[in-house]
């Protein structure tokens, strides 16, 4: 995809329904709002996916989000939120011992629980907005730059290509999704959760989010790694014992890189803590736990080829009832 490069682009990191808050950044950012949809007079917004679940406006997030990507005032690419609203909606092929693509248990019914309420009274709304989900690519290249939710697999991404030029997939890729060993089902995990590598036999861990997982969230550009410690990458800590565990030879091998020297990467995904700045000179991630009261953020990107520390722009997400 290549966009206009006289423009500017504002990019802007996970939402997760806080809608009022997004309307503050964008204010922030000189986006005013014209015939009901929010606008810039030389900019464009690009999201980086992740606009529902978790918080209190996830409808009027997507209405407005939907509506400038509607009139050309913004591109938005897909996040894992929004797959998985797809596989909870969609039935799974009747060989794979599933009823839907993303199974209905009681965990995925707790991460997708605001959004199906805010929605209960208006299912026609939800119908459109997940029709609207199969129109964000799961990735964007505009060659000095690309977007993606949470890891640039070149391998994927170029086999991806291949079948969905626009980075655009359908029911079919969905429900081909329900076999963990598909292609859609490595490309849509890979893309979107990025890369893990699974805890010490028998440990698990809580996060923030108050979820137990047995796998923790890596790194894909760390030069050289030598130990979990090297390569973590998530808010949860993990103990000193297994930081200083070894990678093994395998693991190794199995981790990706994103070079030093290729075009700026911007992500979302991570929740991210502390004042926003690059990771390296041509990657940044924007989700800072907005959602969790932490930053909505934004990179003000113009024609630079490395990222300027200065660019960041953020509102802090005030908790409701807090003393001013
Ligand atoms: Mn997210």
Redesign the pocket.
């Known amino acids: 995809m290549i966009l206009d490069p006289d423009r500017g682009y504002d990019l802007i990191g996970?939402i997760?329904g806080c809608a009022h808050t997004l309307e503050r950044l964008l204010s922030e950012l000189g986006y005013r709002l014209q015939g009901g949809v929010w606008r810039h007079p030389g900019r464009m917004a690009l999201f980086l996916?992740?606009l529902i679940d978790r918080g209190p406006r996830i409808r009027e997030t997507l209405h407005l989000v939907h509506g400038m990507v509607e009139a050309g005032e913004a591109l938005c690419i897909m996040?894992?939120?929004e797959y998985s609203a797809l596989g909870w909606s969609t039935p799974a092929p009747a060989d794979s011992g599933r009823a839907f693509v993303r199974e209905h248990t009681p965990r995925h019914a707790r991460l997708l629980k605001e959004t199906l309420e805010q929605f209960e009274a208006y299912p026609d709304d939800w119908r459109d907005f997940l029709a609207w989900f199969y129109r964000l690519p799961l990735f964007i290249d505009a060659g000095r730059f690309r977007l993606v939710h949470a890891c640039w697999d070149a391998g994927l991404i170029g086999a991806l290509r291949a079948t969905h030029p626009d980075g655009r997939i359908d029911a079919a890729f969905v429900r081909a999704s329900a076999s963990p060993a598909s292609f859609a089902s490595r490309v849509a995990e890979r893309l979107l959760r990025g890369t893990d590598l699974p805890l010490p036999q028998g440990m698990a861990l809580t996060g923030r989010d108050g979820l137990t997982r047995t796998a923790f969230r890596t790194k894909f550009w760390e030069e050289d790694p030598q130990t979990y410690g090297d390569v973590v990458f998530q808010p949860d800590a993990l103990p000193e014992h297994v930081a200083e565990r070894p990678l093994s030879p395998a693991q190794k091998a199995n981790l990706l890189l994103y070079g030093a020297d290729e075009p700026l990467l911007f992500v979302?995904?991570y929740?991210r803590r502390g004042r926003p700045a690059p990771i390296r000179d041509n990657l940044a991630c924007l989700?800072y736990s907005a959602v969790m009261h932490g930053k909505l953020v934004a990179y003000r990107l113009d024609r630079e080829t490395r990222l300027d520390p200065d660019k960041f722009v953020w509102v802090e997400v005030e908790r409701a009832g807090a003393l001013p």
């Open positions: 996970d997760h996916g992740d996040g894992n939120h979302g995904h929740w989700d």
